[in-house]
């Protein structure tokens, strides 16, 4: 590894999988995600052609062998991409960012208001446990929380919410799961990728996470922090009205079924998605 870029000294691989871990979809043209036990990470652009593509986040720790033998194993001969984009910092989108940042020698990107989380300077809120919710909540204790450094290679998104070489696509502020989350929408064909603004699996229950059950949720509640920017951050999505939506976590949703619940999480968040007690709900 490049000596000024570290994981966190709680950095380890989180032994929870998944029914698609490991399987890349194709949901739209030059748009694929490859779930990493119960994360997705997203493909945009042509993966054999050397700087014609990005990676959007980069999975569980300890997974960087596992997401290039996907990748190689569906496109075959995998070029280095444009860069890599982060939604957030989380462990579980930034577990192999390191390893795949100097192999492929290419720029991070990500929000501003993310960077404290991935120069090594503060680490995340602390998981609660005892927010409402199930067993992952209780497991939350054991995620790694401490900061990456990876200051080297990071650069901010454009203030004016473009994407460099990502012409058709534009980034959006969401936070509330964290300061600097994003999410990324390509408004010729209604695409968003979510990232974890909001999910389509109920993230509470370890068994819907195991089976990918699908179900619209508001953000992971044991790592959200700011349920007020959260809400506005799901009606921002949904006056977007997109056609299809990639999650951070779960099955991709489409059409109908997207319009209808991701409306009712818009109107009804604070019933579906806030949790009643909690570290972080007042």
């Not at 058709?168 to 929408?185: A, D, F, K, N, Q």
């Not at 370890?206 to 959260?230: F, I, M, N």
Request: glycine share 6%; hydrophobic share 35%.
């Amino acid at each position: 590894m490049d000596q000024q870029m570290h994981y966190g000294s709680d950095n380890k691989y989180i032994p929870v999988t998944s029914l698609t871990d490991g399987l890349i979809q194709t949901i739209a043209p030059e748009v694929s995600f490859l779930t990493v036990q119960v994360v997705n990470l997203c493909i945009v652009g042509n993966p054999t052609e050397a700087n014609q593509w990005f990676l959007i986040d980069a999975g569980m720790p300890k997974s960087a062998t596992r997401i290039l033998n996907a990748l190689e194993e569906h496109f075959g001969t995998i070029q280095p991409p444009k860069a890599i984009i982060l939604t957030h910092g989380h462990f579980d989108h930034v577990g192999a960012l390191i390893e795949l940042t100097e192999k492929w020698d290419v720029p991070i990107f990500a929000h501003e208001a993310e960077f404290p989380y991935l120069t090594g300077e503060t680490s995340y809120p602390e998981p609660d446990p005892t927010v409402e919710g199930g067993l992952v909540a209780k497991m939350s204790p054991l995620f790694p929380n401490e900061p990456i450094q990876v200051s080297t290679r990071l650069k901010p998104l454009p203030t004016d919410h473009s994407i460099p070489s990502m012409s058709e696509w534009r980034w959006i502020h969401t936070p509330g799961h964290s300061p600097g989350h994003i999410s990324l929408y390509r408004e010729k064909d209604g695409v968003l990728i979510a990232g974890d603004a909001f999910v389509t699996v109920k993230q509470d229950s370890l068994y819907k996470v195991l089976t990918q059950t699908k179900e619209l949720s508001g953000p992971p509640r044991y790592l959200t922090t700011d349920w007020e920017a959260a809400r506005e951050s799901v009606q921002t999505l949904e006056a977007l009205k997109p056609t299809m939506a990639i999650t951070g976590h779960g099955l991709p949703m489409y059409g109908v079924d997207l319009e209808t619940n991701l409306n009712k999480l818009a109107n009804h968040f604070d019933e579906i998605a806030k949790p009643d007690y909690g570290r972080y709900v007042h």
